[in-house]
């Protein structure tokens, strides 16, 4: 079965950096798009960054020039590296599966996430 397992959250400080990794299992990784999401304490999931593939990536307005998203398809890994971390960034973050290859597929799996606190 699909199966996302999320790490590499963690505490870090305003300016600090981290590096999310969503190893993926279950299926094919390289036939579908991926992405990550997040939801912070009383707020609704939205969606950070996605990639197809390496010329088709999202990135939201926010987090633009600091976080860069990749995958590894041979060892069907996704990845989320992220730089000058901004308390606005702590949430729990998510790595989706879209339906198919495209990034406004909608998601269909979800894994357990990964808690991201930022913080002096």
């Known amino acids: 079965q699909v199966q996302l397992l999320e790490s590499g959250g963690g505490l870090a400080q305003p300016g600090g950096s981290l590096r999310l990794s969503c190893h993926a299992s279950?299926?094919?990784?390289?036939?579908?798009?991926m992405s990550w999401a997040r939801q912070a304490p009383g707020k609704g999931l939205e969606r950070v960054s996605g990639i197809a593939n390496d010329t088709n990536t999202y990135y939201k307005n926010s987090v633009k020039g600091r976080f860069t998203i990749s995958r590894d398809n041979a060892n069907q890994i996704l990845y989320l590296q992220m730089n000058n971390l901004k308390p606005e960034d702590t949430a729990l973050y998510f790595c989706?599966?879209?339906?198919?290859?495209?990034?406004?597929?909608?998601?269909?799996?979800r894994g357990q996430g990964t808690q991201v606190t930022v913080s002096s």
């Open positions: 989706l599966r879209h339906r198919a290859w495209g990034l406004n597929d909608p998601s269909d799996y």
């Open positions: 279950g299926f094919t990784f390289s036939n579908y798009a």
